[in-house]
DNA sequence: TATTAATCGAGACGGTACGTCGAGTCTTTAC
DNA sequence: GTAAAGACTCGACGTACCGTCTCGATTAATA
């Protein structure tokens, strides 16, 4: 049995005009943002031929994500959340890490410009919840299902709704550029979600 | 004190035209999306010449922009969100009727078109915040407000975190197709928020 | 009996707007040459209306017409050539102030531009064989027939041809560009004319 | 030496595409005229991009140039002038071909068209005098030089100006217009030429 | 002298074509 | 067989003018 064959033959791949062409794509993206984001120059950046590119990756999109993918697995974060029992100490020190990456335009400006490909097309945002967003998603729910078997979350809380208001207004603010994103703004976020919105008696 | 002129003079400007350009805007972003979105097709559609398009608005994403405002004003919405005293009533209501607009190809389909542009342009950002989203935000702020002050609300709250806690998830949700976007998920969002994510004693 | 109509009333007509128009293109068209050369352009020039334009003149081309036949008239050359009963003598004179007239980019390039509007409208050639060339060519014939009846030409030469001839050369090469267009070329051109090509015996 | 490099490296080049876009501007030159002769009606006619006329010419003109070039090669005439002996006779046979040519409109609409350009562009009037009419000029000059050696002209004619005075007419007849372009007309020219104007002893 | 109708400047309008960019496909040559 | 190179068709971009069409605001002949 085969699989879906989405690429020909990667025996005889070069190596080396990937990792460059994701390298140009990651740095022009930095560089000169979405908008002029354009096939030819990553080819022509990476010194590559348009045709290796589209041998290899259905769509701009799809180099991105390899692209952020490579970028993240180069960093090979931890493949957990830290757990020192303290959950909002553990959480804003998350947050605040996120606050930081959306702040390097080495990471940002791609990621902006992998959101509207993955906004636009419909496919490209499956396979973004499957191996980008989805692993990462994954391990933030690790950590909350210890916090809630440590008691510190509700019992009965919805826990992908807990992620999406911890993490949310964070891409929120970031991706509409709402308002000064900082520090201050994650441990307040954190605190709010925690102590929830009801007075406490 | 004169506005930032960014347009010729509009005393002659013809409304009928300026309407078949917003109306043709909004029913090829709901027909086509946003990828095949194109000027040229607008122009086409509402019998205008490029020209007039180019000479009302900087962009494609401001058309949509003010399609879309267009859109709302029609509607007219009430200019207060709903009090009847039971804030998680009525939070309820309002974004069970957010969940349903979004279910709407009309309305759905220039927003994710107008988000992308957002995205891209900081300029758009900067006037969407301040002219279509910032009104509504403002109105949401109030009811939040009306609820603080009945002690419905912990009087220390900040009520921007708590507005992008409530709706944010349903945004995100939408923006990037992460699951169903249903009314139960409304509620589950507004019982989340205002209960918070600690264990009730 | 009407006569063709084709142009509203002129009593109401404002002569300062049609001199300044006149003058626009003429000032333009030396400026910028013909492919440059839009009516929104001479309008803009002559701060007059597009329309102030289309209301008396059918065409660029008819504008060109009219401005230089303005110049003409400013000019209002001899109702005849020279006539001192030397042919070669006068033929020479007048060829020469052609030469001359072609090196003035204010009288040669309108006269380019409204020669491209000429070659391509039928009809406004009509009209300027009739009421630009015409009278120039009618005295130079008039001048022939004399030198004829004074026994200088050949009594069964065509003059028309005779008058191509001449004039010929000069306006090719200054139309083509074909080379230096210098009193001694006018020269040349009238003795080898007068002449003619086979060898004297 | 290398030549001043104006087009890409014409190795890749389509062969069928450079006469199909050769082949359209005849045929729509012929058809509709240099007023409405759009590079994207030829592009359109000929089935290529647009982008593949600006790719290898600089301009409509040099488009039309060389479909005419390719036309007088796919002719491919005779390398030299008729020479019988008879000058006047070779002169009325030549001639009178000229004035056919100027009869058939594949031919003389690209050419009016052709030299529209040639008269706006200084550019593509020198190539045109070097590689269109130049060739044509210097076997003219060629069968004066020997009808001159064998004593059938003046010796001291200047032939360039000898050549204006018999094809002049003609072209200029065809291009203004200016009266019936026939064999005999073009019979009278070369007598009128040959005989000189002033009467014979 | 006041009326009134045509002309005026201005410029928006629906269009056509411009010349450029980039998309995705195809072909040729080198390795 | 992959890769670099780059020509190809196609579609859209944003701009320049076209010729037509209103708009008040002159302005000049008529009442």
Redesign the pocket.
């Known amino acids: 049995m085969t699989s879906p064959r989405r690429a020909?033959?990667a025996?005889?791949?070069?190596e080396a005009?990937?990792r460059?062409i994701l390298d140009a794509a990651l740095d022009l993206a930095a560089e000169v943002g979405y908008a002029?984001?354009?096939?030819?120059?990553i080819a022509a950046r990476?010194?590559?031929?348009?045709?290796?590119i589209?041998?290899?990756w259905p769509?701009?999109g799809a180099v991105l994500f390899d692209a952020l993918l490579a970028l993240s697995d180069g960093a090979d974060g931890p493949a957990e959340l830290p757990d020192t029992g303290d959950l909002e100490a553990d959480l804003k020190a998350v947050l605040r890490a996120t606050v930081e990456e959306f702040a390097d335009p080495r990471v940002s400006e791609p990621m902006r410009a992998l959101s509207v490909e993955v906004l636009l097309d419909e496919r490209l945002a499956a396979e973004y919840r499957e191996r980008l967003d989805g692993p990462v998603r994954a391990m933030k729910l690790r950590r909350l299902q210890a916090a809630r078997e440590a008691g510190q979350l509700a019992p009965d809380a919805d826990l992908d709704i807990v992620l999406d208001m911890i993490w949310g207004p964070v891409r929120d603010r970031w991706l509409y550029r709402e308002g000064p994103l900082t520090a201050d703004f994650a441990d307040a976020v954190v605190e709010t979600a925690l102590d929830g919105l009801r007075p406490r008696p």
């Open positions: 020909p033959a025996a005889r791949r070069s005009t990937r460059a002029r984001l354009s096939i030819e120059a990476a010194g590559a031929g348009k045709q290796t589209y041998r290899w769509s701009k």
